[in-house]
């Protein structure tokens, strides 16, 4: 199976068929010919069932959602980790504004916003 294929919603509805000659659609039992591209399924699926390709895009769309979630607790975890940290070492949470600081978080995660000290106090 090619790299391309693998994310593709189309494998949902369609099977390889006679040696990965041939894609089966599961809705219909229509084939197709298989030239290692996706776009005769999509086409397919379109025309004959919309309703269902839409629900398979909203579904992954509701993985890609579980994923940021993810990375919200991930945030989370580290927020009170530098709580933790700030509120047992004597240093003030003020420290979160220190230029030297922000950049050392930013080279760790560039996505990840650093708490600011109300927002420390308030989880305090
Ligand atoms: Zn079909």
Same mark, same amino acid.
């Given at each position: 199976?090619?790299?391309? #294929? %693998?994310?593709?919603?189309?494998?949902?509805?369609?099977?390889?068929? $006679? *040696?990965? /000659?041939?894609? !089966?659609?599961?809705?219909?039992?229509?084939?197709?010919?298989?030239?290692?591209?996706?776009?005769?399924?999509?086409?397919?699926?379109?025309?004959?069932?919309? #309703? %269902?390709?839409?629900?398979?895009?909203?579904?992954?769309?509701?993985? $890609? *959602?579980? /994923?940021?979630? !993810?990375?919200?607790?991930?945030?989370?975890?580290?927020?009170?980790?530098?709580?933790?940290?700030?509120?047992?070492?004597?240093?003030?949470?003020?420290?979160?504004?220190?230029?030297?600081?922000?950049?050392?978080?930013?080279?760790?995660?560039?996505?990840?916003?650093?708490?600011?000290?109300?927002?420390?106090?308030?989880?305090?």
């Amino acid at each position: 199976m090619g790299k391309l #294929d %693998d994310g593709s919603p189309v494998w949902i509805f369609f099977e390889k068929i $006679n *040696g990965d /000659k041939e894609v !089966k659609c599961r809705k219909c039992g229509k084939t197709y010919k298989y030239c290692l591209n996706t776009s005769v399924m999509i086409t397919h699926l379109r025309s004959d069932h919309p #309703d %269902d390709l839409r629900k398979a895009e909203n579904e992954r769309k509701g993985k $890609n *959602g579980a /994923k940021n979630e !993810k990375n919200s607790r991930y945030d989370n975890d580290a927020n009170s980790n530098l709580i933790m940290a700030l509120s047992t070492s004597n240093v003030p949470f003020r420290f979160v504004k220190n230029e030297y600081f922000k950049k050392f978080c930013l080279l760790l995660n560039p996505d990840h916003i650093v708490m600011s000290p109300d927002a420390i106090r308030r989880n305090w």
